[in-house]
């Protein structure tokens, strides 16, 4: 029973991307469009490592140094608004290889799952998130690389690969890999651009203005498309990246990203606990992401291969499944 449980849950992370990406050129964003204090402070919490006294000692030691000095960069002093977009950009991860342990709860309506898995991601070039069944046995695979997205059902020998250009709602829209690594990396992102170091005409786009509790949001329009980032002022770290498209007749849909409990990572902060949510007029679907053991772990293969035994599922299968469940 295990086992089914997780290639459900393997099927409902698939379909919160696909989703995602689907309703990207029909519109994403909280419902009201409205970045608050009370939305970007819900549901705190996590739980302790499992590690020594001693080593969470030494670990709690490093943080606080690492994050003196990230405090200790930015002054106060009168609001810059160049030198804090420069602040924002400088907190992104220096490493090209990110990899950690993850605990993934999945929620759509009133159904949850909880499983563990592996992040694995090399900077511009492919992310993966490994689902595991038991602990050790690889149950379902998500990658996503600059030309493909790839879901792999290891249980029943299937898989789907579907290049970016083929799949018309990625094509139309803005939504790509570039979207997705900006997504799990915690980083800001220029829509239709690679990265997000912006030129004086990009910084020209972006409208900053002061939050709640002193934190400062960050945003811009893309046609229909509203992108909003909520950073907290005194780190210029991004808490919560959001993304909104208004349709007056079918309703608003919605993409929420929230980043928390911030823990070093070499020289630089990353968020250890990711809060993802898509929301329709018609459904909401939920990602919790615990992420454990930050590594920068560079001995693994960036491409998956699969044997003649698997063979390949339309998109079409995958949702049929999901609605099944």
């Not at 090399?122 to 879901?151: C, H, N, P, S, W």
């Not at 790509?176 to 912006?198: C, I, S």
């Not at 929301?279 to 930050?294: A, G, H, I």
Request: charged content about 30%; proline content about 2%.
């Amino acid at each position: 029973m295990k086992t089914v449980h997780i290639l459900k849950t393997t099927v409902w992370v698939a379909v919160l991307v696909l989703l995602t990406a689907c309703a990207s050129s029909s519109g994403l964003g909280r419902r009201s469009g409205k970045v608050t204090d009370e939305q970007t402070t819900a549901r705190r919490g996590g739980g302790k490592s499992s590690k020594s006294d001693k080593q969470e000692r030494k670990k709690g030691k490093k943080n606080k140094e690492v994050e003196t000095a990230a405090n200790d960069s930015i002054e106060q002093q009168p609001f810059d608004r160049e030198v804090y977009l420069t602040q924002v950009e400088d907190n992104a991860q220096l490493n090209r290889f990110l990899t950690s342990k993850v605990k993934l709860s999945v929620e759509v309506g009133n159904r949850q799952m909880t499983l563990t898995g592996n992040l694995k991601m090399k900077r511009d070039d492919v992310i993966r998130l490994q689902l595991m069944a038991f602990g050790f046995v690889e149950a379902g695979r998500l990658e996503f690389t600059k030309e493909y997205v790839m879901i792999v059902d290891r249980i029943n020998k299937q898989y789907l690969k579907v290049p970016y250009a083929q799949l018309a709602f990625l094509r139309n829209s803005n939504i790509d890999f570039y979207t997705l690594q900006a997504l799990f990396w915690n980083e800001l992102h220029q829509p239709g651009t690679e990265r997000m170091t912006m030129t004086n005409r990009q910084r020209a786009q972006l409208n900053v203005e002061p939050g709640l509790d002193n934190d400062v949001v960050l945003s811009m329009e893309d046609g229909k498309l509203s992108y909003r980032w909520l950073t907290e002022g005194k780190t210029a770290r991004i808490k919560m990246t959001n993304i909104l498209y208004k349709d007056a007749y079918r309703g608003n849909y919605q993409l929420n990203w929230d980043y928390e409990e911030f823990k070093a990572n070499e020289r630089k902060f990353f968020p250890t606990k990711h809060i993802v949510s898509f929301t329709t007029p018609d459904q909401e679907v939920k990602l919790d992401m615990k992420l454990n053991y930050l590594g920068q772990d560079e001995d693994w293969e960036t491409r998956t291969e699969l044997s003649g035994k698997y063979r390949q599922m339309p998109v079409d299968d995958i949702l049929r499944r999901f609605m099944s469940l």
